[in-house]
């Protein structure tokens, strides 16, 4: 057989050896380069037009954006999505903007009716679009998840710490609480003996005790002296 009459897996000759590989249509690219210039020279002709008549130039596409440059970043700070929760506030529905009622986007100008919107559209890619970056996140070396381990081992072993310590602490606050209470009825039960030792008022309290206070009650006519029947 020869060789020049061999096929392929995909029935086509090799006989030229590079008729496998893809070709590209040149002329098509161009058009669409052509295409692509033309509509972005009618873009830019209706922002002259918007800016010349004091108007807010119209958002770009999504295809117009900048390519991203750079990989997705950790958010900093936090969203403060439940900042206002359990809180009455008065707004208006007819405003636009930061002042209207939702969770508003600075970046993109948009407002998220609910938490839920919001947090998509952070993720989105339009958004990360805005701020230049991809969808895709940066892999950790094995040195960052060391580092990462350790971080969280610390964390973990403080929030352990300062636990054991609270529990120490309460114990400590209610033996003096208790202590407290202890005290404080002994004070008043001290304050109740203190008041029913005290003298009537209008009856004859003869001083001095013993003798001397069985010798006064004879005299004055009583058996039975002062003393207090048992």
Same mark, same amino acid.
């Given at each position: 057989?020869?060789?020049?009459?061999?096929?392929?897996?995909?029935?086509v000759?090799?006989?030229?050896g590079?008729?496998?590989?893809?070709?590209?249509?040149?002329?098509?690219y161009?058009?669409?380069?052509k295409? =692509?210039?033309?509509?972005? =020279?009618?873009?830019?002709k209706?922002?002259?037009?918007?800016?010349?008549?004091?108007?807010?130039p119209?958002?770009?596409?999504?295809?117009? #954006?900048?390519?991203?440059?750079e &990989?997705?970043?950790q958010?900093?700070?936090? #969203?403060? &999505?439940?900042?206002n929760?359990?809180k009455?506030?008065i707004?208006?529905?007819?405003?636009?903007?930061?002042?209207?009622?939702?969770?508003?986007?600075d970046?993109c100008?948009?407002?998220?009716k609910?938490?839920?919107?919001?947090?998509?559209? #952070?993720?989105?890619?339009?958004?990360?679009?805005? &701020?230049?970056?991809?969808?895709?996140?940066? =892999?950790?070396?094995?040195?960052?998840?060391r580092?990462k381990?350790?971080s #969280?081992?610390?964390?973990?072993?403080?929030?352990?710490?300062? +636990?054991?310590?609270?529990? +120490?602490?309460?114990?400590?606050e209610?033996?003096? /609480?208790?202590?407290?209470?202890?005290?404080?009825?002994r004070? !008043?039960?001290?304050?109740?003996?203190? !008041?029913?030792? !005290?003298?009537?008022?209008g009856?004859?309290?003869?001083?001095?005790?013993?003798?001397?206070?069985?010798?006064? /009650?004879?005299?004055?006519?009583?058996?039975?002296g002062?003393?207090a029947?048992?």
């Amino acid at each position: 057989m020869d060789s020049n009459s061999r096929k392929g897996a995909y029935g086509v000759s090799t006989a030229a050896g590079t008729d496998f590989r893809k070709t590209w249509d040149k002329s098509e690219y161009e058009l669409k380069a052509k295409k =692509r210039d033309e509509e972005e =020279r009618e873009r830019m002709k209706e922002f002259e037009k918007d800016l010349q008549k004091g108007k807010k130039p119209r958002r770009k596409p999504t295809q117009d #954006l900048p390519k991203p440059t750079e &990989l997705m970043k950790q958010r900093e700070g936090p #969203l403060e &999505l439940t900042k206002n929760q359990n809180k009455t506030m008065i707004v208006q529905g007819s405003l636009r903007g930061p002042g209207a009622p939702g969770f508003y986007c600075d970046v993109c100008s948009r407002t998220s009716k609910d938490s839920s919107s919001y947090l998509d559209h #952070l993720n989105s890619r339009y958004h990360l679009r805005q &701020l230049g970056q991809k969808t895709q996140v940066a =892999r950790s070396t094995l040195d960052q998840v060391r580092a990462k381990i350790a971080s #969280l081992r610390e964390s973990t072993e403080q929030q352990t710490s300062s +636990k054991a310590y609270d529990f +120490k602490r309460r114990l400590q606050e209610i033996k003096e /609480a208790e202590q407290a209470s202890r005290e404080a009825k002994r004070a !008043k039960k001290l304050e109740s003996k203190l !008041k029913q030792s !005290k003298p009537l008022q209008g009856v004859y309290q003869p001083e001095g005790t013993g003798d001397g206070e069985d010798e006064m /009650a004879k005299l004055m006519g009583f058996s039975g002296g002062f003393k207090a029947g048992k």
